[in-house]
Each structure stands twice: as C-alpha cells, then as structure tokens.
C-alpha cells in the first residue's frame, strides 16, 4: 500500500520554527517529485515548496523564500520542509504530496500529484 504520512505540526509562536517531516511506505520517495502544500481555512489550496526526484531542482513560494527549506533524507525515505521565522499566516494544513510523472522537475500545480498524505496542522499564534 502507497502511503504518505506527514508529522512535525504544532503551535508555535510567531519567530519560531518548525520542520515537517513526510515519509514514505510502500515505495521509494526517490523516484518522485516531492511537492509540500497547504490549506488555510477559506482559502485554497497552495503550493509552499518542491523538490525533484534527484534533488536538482527545488522551488518556493513567494511568501516563504528565505524562512523555509525543503530537503530530502533517501535513507530514510523522507522529505522534510523546515520553517523558520514563522508567521500567523503561515497558519494552515501542511500536505506533503509524490508526483511520478516528469519527476526530474518541480511543480506547484497540485493536479499533477499522485499520492498524497493526511496532512498536518501548523498554527502560529501567540
């Protein structure tokens, strides 16, 4: 069964950090682009960041370049997204999402993902 499962959301005060982490069951992540996306209530869903297959090519949002990172551990089968500086409107549902098409490339279009997690919820607020 292909899984993904996010973890690593919580409260955390506006200036803190935190990092996500999206792992993989059932298949090997480094076959695949990894897109990690979010959902504020009301608000559509958006792409925050990606990475391709072979880590050559990486992308952000606007709104979160310079505070989050995202890389990939293929020992350990996961992708994490790290947070840093963040914001209330950083406030959302964090989904890590594999897309196996085109994987050697980026993409923040949601519609060309494959697999996706439950996701998990980041509040910032003080």
């Known amino acids: 069964q292909l899984q993904l499962v996010e973890s690593g959301g919580d409260l955390v005060q506006p200036g803190g950090s935190l990092r996500l982490s999206c792992a993989a069951s059932g298949f090997t992540l480094g076959y695949f682009a990894i897109g990690w996306f979010r959902q504020a209530p009301g608000k559509e869903r958006e792409g925050v960041s990606c990475i391709s297959s072979r880590g050559g090519s990486i992308n952000y949002a606007e709104s979160v370049k310079g505070r989050f990172t995202i890389s990939r551990d293929s020992a350990r089968n996961t992708v994490y997204l790290q947070m840093n500086s963040l914001k209330p409107e950083d406030t959302a549902t964090y989904y890590c999402?594999?897309?196996?098409?085109?994987?050697?490339?980026?993409?923040?279009?949601?519609?060309?993902?494959?697999?996706w997690g439950q996701g998990t919820q980041v509040t910032v607020s003080s």
């Open positions: 999402a594999a897309k196996g098409r085109q994987h050697y490339s980026c993409s923040g279009d949601p519609d060309e993902y494959d697999y």
